[in-house]
């Protein structure tokens, strides 16, 4: 026994042996270090003593009401885009301000606020990461706060305010992560380049226009694309996020006519009948023709979530979906397809009208599904239905709204990198996430650039984010900040696939 390399381990040393199963231990364990580099260290020292002027500078931009959707805060809007030039001037970056269009508010036509585009250049030779960052923020219903929004507050650990833990924290955490290079005399690892817009709240209006014309030039040789406006699955276990759904949002309306005989409503409720059943399964024909069937690897890499128990939520699950395992829950909210039905509405003015109804459903789509394709499945199935029921009523269909279903390869070097900073941050693996809400900004960004995408949450689920009482914690901010730059170490280092 002498012979062997092989030492007794207790639950908290770490076992270098050539038994087979203590090698796994020890590799297992070693993959979940990763060396801090002397310069990453220099950044994480600075984080750490500049807590209270980072908790400061949150407080000066959560002040300022950013809100677009209204008239009276135009100018606290254009205030907000003043304190981000001050921010980039201070940080010798180069930036330019775009007009970007009008838009309606209150009934009246009116700019929209300018896009500001900053530039970090170091050097030709190095990988260029370009930021997606927002200043707009959701009006707060005050009522429904414990605290100001508009003032910085902390409690538990955690710091509340308005756009703290969507768009202002965010743009803060990388405003300081550029500060600390500056601040501690090293050179930026990468080049970089921000795309700030104010109407993130109001469906991004105008970024896609802008970002159409002026791809070749303004973003060309960018490598990857992060975001940060996203939340871990649980409170603890940091995720990155690679995919997200899209969506069709229709309105489907009767109206009666002199010759048919049928009620509205019940015209509505038969014609819904055709389109899901009680279980919410979609009855449109074609629908799931292109939903990518499910590969063993993957539901592997589901039953790997860390974070998420189904007890939590079974008594709130529909009755047909309370037996279900965690591997299929998490499937039916990120990655198949669903529908929502709203309720049936009817006109509730003075002059009570029962000639006309109205009701809305929400497709949520997955990636291989093409929103041109599935409008087309819908609107055929709907008049098929109309036909079949030989219905005489007028029946109208109008879609509101629709966005494109994003994902993405992790195994790529952008998420390769962003895995590695989590470890060398959080001593942990991240939970690799999908979303079952649409984003409209990365839809755009893949649309028009094609550029790889990745979501680097730095809020937890607590955080509520642009809802009442939004937060964000003290180790979501200052971990946060410090997973930046692991990052971006991490992107400066790994290697492209040839």
Not at 105 to 115: A, F, N, Q, S, V
Not at 346 to 353: A, N, P, S, T, Y
Request: aromatic content about 10%; charged content about 30%; overall charge negative.
């Amino acid at each position: 026994m002498a012979g062997y390399p092989h030492c007794y381990r207790t639950i908290r040393s770490q076992t270098k042996t050539t038994n087979s199963v203590y090698g796994e231990f020890f590799e297992a364990a070693q993959a979940m270090k990763i060396k801090i580099q002397p310069e990453l260290l220099k950044i994480l020292q600075y984080v750490d003593s500049n807590r209270k002027k980072f908790y400061d500078d949150l407080a000066e931009a959560v002040k300022i009401k950013s809100i677009t959707s209204e008239l009276k805060y135009i100018e606290e809007v254009k205030k907000m885009h003043r304190f981000v030039e001050d921010w980039l001037l201070k940080l010798e970056m180069k930036y330019e301000c775009f007009n970007i269009g009008h838009y309606e508010i209150e009934g009246k036509r009116i700019k929209i606020p300018t896009m500001i585009l900053a530039f970090l250049k170091t050097s030709a030779n190095k990988k260029t990461v370009c930021i997606y960052l927002h200043l707009d923020v959701l009006k707060p219903d005050e009522s429904k706060w414990d605290t100001d929004p508009w003032t910085l507050t902390t409690e538990d650990k955690k710091i509340y305010g308005c756009g703290a833990g969507c768009g202002k924290g965010p743009m803060m955490a990388w405003f300081h992560v550029i500060e600390a290079f500056k601040k501690s005399d090293l050179e930026f690892p990468v080049n970089l380049r921000f795309v700030i817009e104010s109407m993130h709240h109001e469906h991004s209006l105008g970024l896609a226009d802008f970002i159409e014309s002026r791809m070749q030039d303004l973003f060309s040789g960018i490598d990857c694309i992060v975001m940060s406006d996203s939340e871990w699955l649980g409170e603890k276990h940091p995720c990155i996020v690679y995919g997200s759904a899209g969506i069709l949002h229709y309105e489907v309306t009767v109206e009666k006519t002199e010759q048919s005989k049928t009620n509205v409503k019940e015209d509505m409720e038969n014609i819904f009948k055709t389109i899901t059943d009680e279980e919410d399964n979609i009855l449109i024909k074609g629908f799931h023709d292109y939903v990518i069937p499910v590969s063993p690897d993957e539901e592997l890499m589901y039953e790997c979530i860390q974070e998420f128990d189904p007890e939590d939520i079974r008594e709130s699950l529909p009755p047909h979906k309370r037996a279900w395992d965690k591997v299929k829950l998490l499937m039916s909210f990120w990655r198949m397809p669903s529908i929502y039905v709203d309720e049936i509405q009817e006109c509730i003015c003075d002059k009570k009208d029962t000639s006309v109804v109205k009701r809305y459903f929400l497709l949520k789509i997955v990636p291989k599904q093409i929103v041109s394709k599935v409008d087309s499945q819908v609107r055929k199935h709907i008049q098929n239905a109309i036909k079949e029921l030989n219905i005489e009523n007028k029946v109208t269909i109008q879609l509101l709204r629709s966005i494109r279903p994003w994902l993405e390869n992790f195994r790529t070097p952008h998420f390769k990198a962003a895995k590695n900073a989590v470890i060398q941050i959080y001593k942990e693996n991240a939970n690799m996430i999908r979303e079952d809400r649409e984003r409209e900004s990365v839809a755009i960004f893949n649309t028009f650039l094609e550029r790889p995408i990745l979501l680097l949450p730095l809020c937890n689920k607590t955080s509520n984010l642009s809802e009442e009482n939004e937060n964000i914690s003290y180790r979501n901010y200052y971990e946060g900040t410090k997973l930046i730059a692991a990052f971006l170490y991490q992107f400066s280092y790994v290697k492209d696939k040839k």
